[in-house]
């Protein structure tokens, strides 16, 4: 990514999705407690020290993935990140494959999202409104970071897609059949649960962000069967390499000196 496009110095941070609790690209350097307005406990976010700078990172299911889709302080997180000072999130999410190719092992980049989810805190507008506060959401992921992940995938010789449509659920429950079918009907490629309000966040404090999303399973009713929940761990053991070294080269990307 030319150096020249960027009015600031990249401070990158990666959201661990299902199978990733550790970044695992270098030392952790310091673990940042910060407290934000939205969580009476503070955020732990691990600061690694890479070989191209410092990155940061946060689970978004905890270390122990025990924080459901649901239950995720959102606001929290993401103002977390941007105390800290960072501009671009990288964020990492399993999920299920809906369209053609969208198989197991297959990695995506995609440039929509629709959301399907309710009952979330959604914004960090919680004074009186005005038409400042409406952002633009027409294209919810950056484009200069996910040009970054592609090029980061195919020096990762990884099977890829870039673009496509994410349908967030609530969950934390899987689909039923009848409603993939619907999600397949209404364009949606892949289907998670934690892409939103996330992305929606993150464009509001102006942080530049990008998903680089793993399927795991066939959405239900198209795998042939009832969904493995041990099938998923597998991919997720072994999906997690390809995305370390995908982010690897995606550090050295961003973070490269002028």
């Not at 990492?92 to 999202?113: H, K, Y």
């Not at 010789?157 to 870039?162: A, D, K, P, S, T």
């Not at 449509?165 to 009848?178: F, K, M």
């Amino acid at each position: 990514m030319p150096t020249s496009n960027r009015p600031e110095p990249v401070r990158l941070a990666v959201i661990g999705g299902s199978g990733l609790y550790r970044l695992g690209l270098g030392p952790v350097t310091t673990t940042h407690q910060v407290n934000t307005p939205f969580a009476d406990e503070p955020v732990d976010v691990f600061e690694e020290q890479t070989a191209a700078g410092p990155v940061w990172f946060l689970p978004r299911h905890g270390e122990h993935h025990t924080v459901a889709p649901h239950r995720i302080n959102y606001r929290a997180n993401v103002w977390a990140l941007h105390s800290l000072g960072c501009n671009s999130i990288v964020a990492i999410n399993a999920t299920g494959g809906i369209s053609a190719g969208m198989i197991p092992g297959r990695l995506v980049i995609p440039d929509q999202i629709i959301d399907y989810s309710y009952g979330r805190e959604h914004t960090f507008i919680t004074d009186e409104h005005s038409l400042a506060h409406h952002i633009d959401f027409t294209n919810p992921f950056d484009p200069l970071l996910m040009e970054c992940l592609a090029g980061s995938v195919k020096q990762a010789r990884l099977e890829y897609r870039l673009g496509g449509v994410y349908g967030c659920t609530q969950g934390p429950r899987l689909e039923t059949a009848a409603e993939i079918r619907r999600m397949y009907r209404d364009g949606c490629d892949i289907v998670g649960m934690t892409g939103m309000p996330e992305a929606a966040l993150c464009r509001e404090l102006g942080l530049r962000y990008a998903m680089l999303a793993l399927v795991v399973n066939r959405g239900a009713g198209l795998g042939g069967g009832e969904i493995s929940l041990d099938e998923i761990r597998q991919v997720l053991v072994q999906g997690v390499d390809g995305i370390r070294i995908v982010l690897r080269h995606c550090c050295q990307m961003l973070l490269k000196p002028a």
